[in-house]
């Protein structure tokens, strides 16, 4: 299978990487049968699982049409495009995506109850990552290292992108939602003019609260050269902050950023909103003003300096491209990705992983576990069995069930996230095994005062390490500690477990 197809590059519009070179290579015994088949069936299972080959939906001839490496002309195979052209399928996609925008805001500062904001006299709005876009829903152009200058960034670049059939910019919803109020609101959306004197000279009457948009542009084909923002964003967000004692800064990002101002005493808000797609605006009003009560959770950590991570920026863009070595990363980390490479290097984050605040509090207590398994024994390695997708299945038989209550202490109704972390005895593991992995999490909504149980399933997988040696799931000897809570520095909660192995 190529993707996107042929390599109209090469100047044949038949070459491929594959295609007839599989042939000869089936010929001259440089790839077996069995290598082929397995190829196969790994890119034929989800097309006979998803019913492809008799009712899916056709295809939009448009697609080709806006498909740079045309499918048609660079191809041995011609594909049918019999379908409708240019099909509206939208349908209420559009409450999904604001919904799930919203989901996947991180509120990481919230000081003295900022926010949600509650009818401000005066809005302040600044930076380039706030306004609609100048150069089309979906420029052509190249866009350098850091993307577009004005226009806030909703998805991702190259192949992480996709055509807008609309965008709501976050400045457009909050002129929006501010009119309801009869809020004020100035705005400046050039970094170049918001970071000037005369620039901010000209905002009047002194915003209640100054909200900031910073942007990460990212996509295939080059690294990030710098865990900053882009666009200066450093000096952005303390020109703001430097006439606006209630400063909110809010990032729309691929990835974790430094934040050199998150301890300024005038910024007291941070939110961390991602990519949020074409209801993006909307998606972030309804969680400034507390439609949505925010539960996104910290997918990576963020740390206070970028020699705080252990994984090498690698700028393509002054890599010499003669030097066979100028791309080689070794993936010496291992195992130690993100959170547990801050645990076993003993490095305070900024914000850990699966961190994130709520406007309301919740509580976890009661942490039980339950040994499921007959008799209680459980075996070292997993009992021989057919090997299906994602390896052998009793791989995926559960072996301990924990519960733990949650509470929500607060005032308002919201979505509580409890984590279950797992940590394997170091006296029976290989060097290189992390600190505590995380083996569950959940998210669930309660309501001010309520209590709710949630359970987490431990699997085979889940209390096993793989032992390069024989080349298997390995349940180690020895006790292993569960901990429960609301991130990966905040379990207050343990338990011990031990799988009396045979």
């Known amino acids: 299978m190529d993707m996107p197809g042929g390599l109209p590059s090469s100047g044949n519009d038949a070459a491929s990487y594959f295609g007839g070179n599989i042939t000869t290579a089936i010929h001259n015994g440089s790839l077996s ?14 097309y006979f699982y998803l019913k492809q080959n008799s009712s899916y939906p056709t295809v939009d001839p448009g697609s080709s049409e806006l498909n740079s490496f045309s499918p048609q002309s660079n191809s041995q195979f011609r594909f049918i495009l019999n379908g409708t052209e240019d099909r509206d399928v939208r349908e209420d996609h559009a409450t999904l995506i604001r919904n799930l925008g919203a989901a996947s805001v991180v509120l990481l500062k919230n000081t003295n109850h900022t926010l949600p904001l509650s009818a401000p006299k005066v ?35 190259g192949s992480g992108s996709a055509r807008f059939s609309y965008l709501v910019s976050p400045l457009e919803a909050i002129k929006a939602r501010a009119a309801q109020d009869g809020s004020l609101v100035q705005y400046i959306t050039d970094n170049v003019a918001a970071t000037s004197a005369i620039g901010l000279g000209t905002i009047y009457p002194t915003p209640s609260v100054c909200l900031v948009f910073l942007k990460t542009f990212v996509t295939e084909g080059y690294d990030r050269t710098s865990y900053l923002a882009d666009w200066d964003s450093t000096l952005l967000v303390t020109s703001v902050a430097g006439i606006c004692n209630n400063t909110v800064v809010i990032t729309h990002s691929g990835g974790p950023n430094v934040m050199p ?3 300024n005493p005038n910024v007291t808000g941070i939110i961390a909103a991602h990519l949020p797609g074409q209801e993006t605006g909307n998606s972030l009003v309804d969680i400034l003003y507390g439609v949505v009560n925010p539960s996104g959770r910290l997918p990576y950590t963020i740390g206070y300096n970028a020699s705080d991570w252990n994984a090498p920026i690698i700028d393509v863009s002054i890599t010499d491209a003669t030097d066979p070595n100028a ?3 070794d993936f010496q980390e291992g195992l130690m990705i993100d959170y547990r490479h801050f645990d076993s290097a003993g490095i305070k984050p900024r914000y850990e992983f699966g961190f994130g605040l709520s406007y309301t509090t919740f509580s976890v ?11 209680g024994n ?10 299906q997708p994602g390896g052998n299945p009793t791989l995926y038989d559960v072996l301990f069930h924990a519960t733990v209550t ?10 509580a996230v409890p984590q279950l972390y797992l940590s394997l005895p170091k006296s029976s593991t290989p060097s290189g095994t992390p600190v505590k992995v995380l083996r569950g999490f959940a998210k669930v909504s309660i309501e001010p005062g309520e209590i709710t149980e949630v359970g987490f399933d431990l699997l085979r997988r889940d209390i096993s390490y793989w032992d390069i040696v024989s080349q298997d799931w390995v349940v180690p000897e020895g006790e292993m500690t569960v901990r429960v809570g609301f991130s990966s520095r905040d379990l207050p909660l343990t338990a011990t477990i031990r799988a009396r192995t045979k």
């Not at 207590?365 to 008799?375: D, E, R, Y």
């Not at 459980?378 to 090997?387: E, F, G, H, L, Y």
């Open 33 to 46: 049968e069995a290598r082929l088949n397995d190829m196969i069936a790994r890119v034929m299972t989800p």
């Open 406 to 415: 949650v509470s929500n202490t607060g005032a308002r109704a919201g979505q």
């Open 365 to 375: 207590s009661n942490l039980m576990i339950q040994n499921v398994q007959v008799g």
């Open 327 to 329: 791309f080689q990363d």
């Open 123 to 157: 809005i302040g709005v600044f930076g380039n990552d706030a306004a609609d876009f100048t150069d089309g829903l979906y420029p052509a152009g190249g866009f350098g290292s850091v993307g577009y200058n004005i226009g806030t960034l909703a998805v991702g670049g």
């Open 378 to 387: 459980i075996t070292a390695r997993p009992p021989k069995a057919p090997t």
């Open 261 to 263: 101002w998150a301890d």
